[in-house]
Structure formats: C-alpha cells, structure tokens
C-alpha cells in the first residue's frame, strides 16, 4: 500500500520564491545614448544615484572626468567617436556614443560671404567634412573647396553644378548732369525736401514750390542742400528724378553731358568712354637717352561698373563714374612743348539697390575764377595813361556734377527675329505697265490668233 503525502505551498512562499529568483538576474542596460559635440566644447551627465566609476573608449577624442558624486563631465578634445560608461553605486551602467563635430559656424559664415547668392552648406561626417548644395559654375566649386580645405582637413566636394544657361543680365541707365550753381542759387533749387538731411528713401523732392514746375520764379531764396563734399541719394522706385532734370535743363541750369546705356553680364565689368584721347610726350632714358616716345592718355566721360545679383533679387553695383576735361591754363612746357593738365572728377562707390531703383551721386563741385586782360599793343604799355587802353574782367564759375544711376534686370532675347518695320521711301516705287497689242476690226490681235 502506497502513501502519498499532499503538501500545499501558500501564495506567500510563492511570492518570496520569485522575489529571489528575479533578484538573481542581472539587470539589462538600455540602448546607448547618443552626444553630439563640437571641439572644446563638454557636458555635464547628472547621476543621481552616485557615480562609481567612468571610463572612455576613445581617451585623445572625449575625456571623462568625475566632477563630483553626482555629476561627470565630457569634454570633447579632438574630432572623432568615443563611447563612455559610466558605472553607479547602485549598481547601474549607462552608455554614452559621443560625437564631436567641428564648429562649422564660422566657416559657413565665411562661405556665405565669399560666395552670396550661392547655395552651399557644410556637412561634417565621422572623417571628413563636405560641401553640398548648388553653384553656378564649376570654378566657383573649386574655389569654394580650396576656401575651406585651407580651414578644415579632409574637405570634399558634393556640390551641384548647374548646367550652362543663359546668365543674367543688368542694364545700367546713367545720365552725367552738370548743374550751374551759380545761376541754381538764383532760382532756389533743392533736391531734398525743405528741412531735410541726406536720407535715403525721401518720398518727393520738393525742390519746386506747390503748383507744377513751371511756377519756379527767380529771386526766391535758395535752399540748395548739395553740400561741397560728395554725397549720395536713393531714391524710391516712384520717384519721378526724370521730370526735375528735364525741367532744370530747359531752364538752362542743368547741362546734361551725357546718358549712356550699358548691359552687363551677371559678375562682368562693363565700361564707357565718350571722348578721346591727347598725346603726352615722354623722354626716354638709358640706351635711348635723348629720344622722346608719345604716351596718349584718355579723357572725357568715362564709366565703369561691375554688377552683381543677389539671392533675394538686388543688384549690387560697384560703378566708378569719371568726367575730365584738357585745362591748358595749368599745363607746362618742357623742352618746348606745351603739354595741358586735366582737370578731372572721379568718384566710386559702391550700392545695392533694387531693379528700378535711382541713386543720385553728387557733390563734386568745380569751382574757377577766370581772369581775362584786353589791351591796345604799344598803348597799354604807356606809364600811368596806358591803364586807359586796357580792360581787365574776373567772372567766376561754379559747376557741379550729378551723376543718376538707375539699375534694371534685363532678360536675354530668343533666337527668334522679328520683322523690323522699315521707313516708306523717298521715292515711290517703279510700276511697270503691260500696254495692249493694238487690235484689227472683229476683235482679232496682230500677231496671233484666238482660240
């Protein structure tokens, strides 16, 4: 006869058996924790639980220091990956993956600088750092890779070059003036409203009084506010500039020298010149002591600009008007030969200015006094009465130059070739008239038969 014995576990004993076997297995860390940092930079990872140990995989890139019971510091030295540990007194262990990138912000600030307009941003990797975005030209990827490999090790290019198109173009309106103000000072010309300074952007001018500019009188007093230094104004889009200037030129104020029209491809110089050019005897030295050789040098209205679109649509210029004249009153001879001086007002500046745009440059004053002396040969030179026989006048002139730059975008034309309507002819064109066979009684024609 076989006992069997029947022995019942309470759900207490049963709750203190797994509390133990739980106990017994260790705990699984979670997944590690990524840092990013850039060189010099550190962190600070908080341990609430007490740090009992910190250790680096990668000490020459990120160091771990334990700055207090709670607190380890990461420091970031050198660019690469490291991971660190860091063990608690209770037990646990966290992992960290740091990363430390180098600072690229003030490089991407430079590559802004050195190529607006330009989409290119920096992209830092494990090894190398790369430029990606798009640029115009592969010599400008060339040029932006060199620019930052002189900063970075290991730079590459994943710049996109766009194909080869039509580049834009600008087209540059300027009108040479120049103003007599010796006579504006009678009529009481202002280009600047009443009680303004040099702001840019005024809405009117105010230089002529309520009504329309015909009613501009002389003998008001002057509010003339172009100082003698040079000056510059922008204008507004509306702002009619063209109606002052036509109305003082036809007042005999404003003498307009010239008004060139230049087209300029995006990032090219344009130039201009409107008048010639005077020899200038040079002596020679060395070998060829004694001969003399001819060096021309060129005067007249000269212009230059070099435009440049931005991203958001601006033009920005650098124009270098210049106007000069041959004044043979200050030249000097040398070795016989009479040889004038120039006279010349140059100004360049540069402006950034939206298509449509005006900007006014002024202030370049040239200011003369002319003496001229008549006199009666042989008579003048008499003692005391010759003074009878002579004439002295002094007239003195001031003239200044304004210079208007208006900035246009231009959009290259297509291939197509439309009809240009041409002139009618002084002299009517050549008819020639068929006259009729004559013809015999009946309706027959010499010379053949009907059928």
């Not at 607006?116 to 750092?129: K, T």
């Not at 004044?327 to 120039?342: H, K, R, Y």
């Not at 002024?362 to 001229?372: A, K, P, S, T, Y």
Request: aromatic share 6%; charged share 20%.
């Amino acid at each position: 006869m076989r006992l069997v014995y029947q022995r019942r576990i309470g759900p207490w004993v049963l709750l203190l058996a797994l509390a133990g076997f739980a106990a017994a297995i260790e705990p699984v860390p979670s997944g590690p924790s990524e840092i990013f940092l850039t060189v010099g930079r550190g962190v600070v990872i908080d341990c609430p639980k007490g740090v009992l140990r910190v250790a680096t995989s990668n000490p020459e890139t990120v160091d771990a220091v334990s700055a207090s019971n709670q607190e380890v510091l990461f420091h970031a030295k050198a660019l690469g990956q490291a991971t660190l540990f860091i063990w608690s007194k209770a037990g646990d262990r966290k992992v960290y993956e740091v990363t430390v990138e180098p600072n690229l912000e003030p490089l991407r600030r430079l590559v802004r600088d050195t190529f607006p307009g330009e989409e290119i941003d920096l992209r830092s990797s494990r090894d190398s750092l790369a430029l990606v975005g798009n640029v115009s030209s592969q010599s400008l990827a060339d040029r932006a890779l060199a620019l930052v490999a002189a900063s970075v090790k290991g730079a590459v290019s994943n710049l996109k070059v766009a194909p080869p198109g039509v580049d834009k173009q600008v087209v540059l309106h300027v009108k040479f003036a120049e103003l007599d103000r010796n006579t504006a000072s009678q009529f009481g010309v202002n280009f600047l409203s009443t009680g303004a300074a040099n702001t840019p952007g005024r809405i009117t001018t105010g230089q002529f009084p309520s009504g329309s500019p015909s009613q501009l009188a002389a003998g008001t007093p002057t509010s003339f506010s172009l100082s003698d230094v040079l000056n510059i104004f922008a204008f507004r889009p509306d702002l009619n500039l063209g109606v002052m200037i036509r109305d003082l030129e036809t007042r005999g104020l404003l003498q307009i020298l010239a008004e060139p029209n230049l087209v300029a491809t995006n990032g090219k110089e344009a130039s201009f010149l409107a008048g010639g050019e005077f020899p200038i005897p040079v002596a020679q030295a060395g070998a060829n002591s004694g001969a003399i050789s001819v060096v021309f040098r060129e005067y007249g209205i000269k212009l230059s600009f070099l435009p440049q679109i931005t991203s958001n649509g601006t033009i920005r210029l650098h124009v270098k008007p210049e106007v000069s004249s041959i004044d043979a009153s200050n030249g000097v001879t040398v070795s016989g030969i009479q040889i004038p001086a120039l006279t010349t007002r140059r100004m360049e500046t540069d402006i950034e200015l939206g298509p449509g745009q005006s900007f006014v440059i002024g202030g370049l004053i040239d200011d003369r006094v002319i003496e001229n002396l008549s006199q009666v040969p042989g008579l003048s030179h008499i003692p005391i009465l010759g003074a009878l026989f002579k004439s002295r006048s002094i007239s003195k002139t001031k003239t200044e130059l304004v210079v208007v730059v208006t900035p246009e975008m231009a959009e290259p034309a297509s291939g197509a070739v439309w009809d240009i309507p041409m002139p009618i002819p002084f002299l009517p064109p050549v008819v020639q008239e068929q006259k009729a066979k004559p013809t015999q009684p009946g309706g027959a024609q010499t010379g053949g038969a009907q059928k």
